[in-house]
């Protein structure tokens, strides 16, 4: 169904982002990866989805923490139908001791890239007449949970400027949504495991039993799969009309 379109997905080749463009590639969009690094598995992994689907992918590195990076890698995609804002960063600190360089960078990362690789691609949409904006943001861009002040500043705020977006393309057909998931087992909460057994004074296996999950009623965690098939769903054309809204797979956190 996705045939014929191109998709360029932020902070691809690991976890959440690289789970998405799998999915988007299964219903025939060509992918667009990112990350920061420029290494040959980088751009293994686009030659792999290649082979795997037959749809074209290719790999663009660009740091999302420079605005003016996040601009080149949709100049240099030069068709982006269909914009993922994935890439995303993590650190945990209680706010009076949240060392300022990660504060500044979880905001550019999680939040300003957005601005602007969105700012790029919606020239490109317009003129293609039909685009699909899915920013990845997280349950904690609807709640928050202490010591991630700036995860969760960004967060919230890459659901307000969804919501602007969707209006400023209302008239247009494009459409853009944010995607919340709960937790998902990816390298990303994988590192949060250490400093947060620190924190509460828990083991491992405690630390994903009562602080992660303890919020996910389902008491599972959500799969790249899912947010992949999220994703490919909010480019549907049954999800025409769905637009400036946020969309939650997060087994439940977010009812209680
Ligand atoms: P991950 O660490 O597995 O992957 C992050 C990706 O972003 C990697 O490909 C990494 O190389 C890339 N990246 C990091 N810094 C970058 C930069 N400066 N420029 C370009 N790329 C960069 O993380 P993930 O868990 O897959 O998270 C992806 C997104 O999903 C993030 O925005 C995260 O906040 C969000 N999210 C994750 C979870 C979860 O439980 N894993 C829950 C909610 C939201």
Request: proline content about 4%; some cysteine; overall charge negative.
């Amino acid at each position: 169904p996705l045939s014929g379109k191109t998709a360029v997905i932020t902070g691809s080749t690991s976890g959440i982002g690289l789970g998405v463009a799998k999915e988007l590639a299964k219903a025939g969009a060509n992918v667009v990866l990112n990350s920061f690094t420029n290494s040959e598995e980088d751009h293994a992994l686009a030659k792999e989805i290649s082979d795997v689907t037959g749809v074209e992918a290719r790999y663009i590195q660009a740091d999302m923490s420079d605005g003016a990076a996040c601009r080149a890698l949709i100049e240099q995609a030069g068709v982006c139908d269909i914009l993922v804002n994935n890439a995303g960063i993590q650190h945990v600190a209680p706010i009076d001791e949240f060392p300022v360089d990660k504060w500044n960078a979880i905001i550019a990362i999680n939040m300003n890239s957005a601005f602007h690789t969105t700012a790029a691609a919606l020239p490109m949409m317009r003129k293609a007449g039909w685009g699909r904006v899915v920013n990845i943001a997280s349950a904690h861009g609807l709640t928050a949970s202490p010591y991630k002040a700036a995860y969760v500043a960004a967060k919230h705020g890459i659901v307000g400027m969804t919501k602007v977006v969707a209006l400023e393309t209302a008239r247009d057909p494009i459409t853009a949504n944010a995607i919340c998931p709960g937790y998902v087992l990816t390298p990303l909460v994988e590192a949060q495991i250490p400093d947060t057994m620190e924190k509460y004074g828990m083991g491992r296996d405690e630390v994903i039993e009562k602080v992660m999950l303890e919020r996910q009623p389902s008491k599972e965690f959500a799969t790249v799969e899912q947010l992949g098939g999220t994703a490919v769903f909010l480019c549907s054309d049954a999800a025409t009309q769905i637009t400036g809204t946020t969309l939650s797979v997060d087994g439940g956190w977010t009812a209680l």
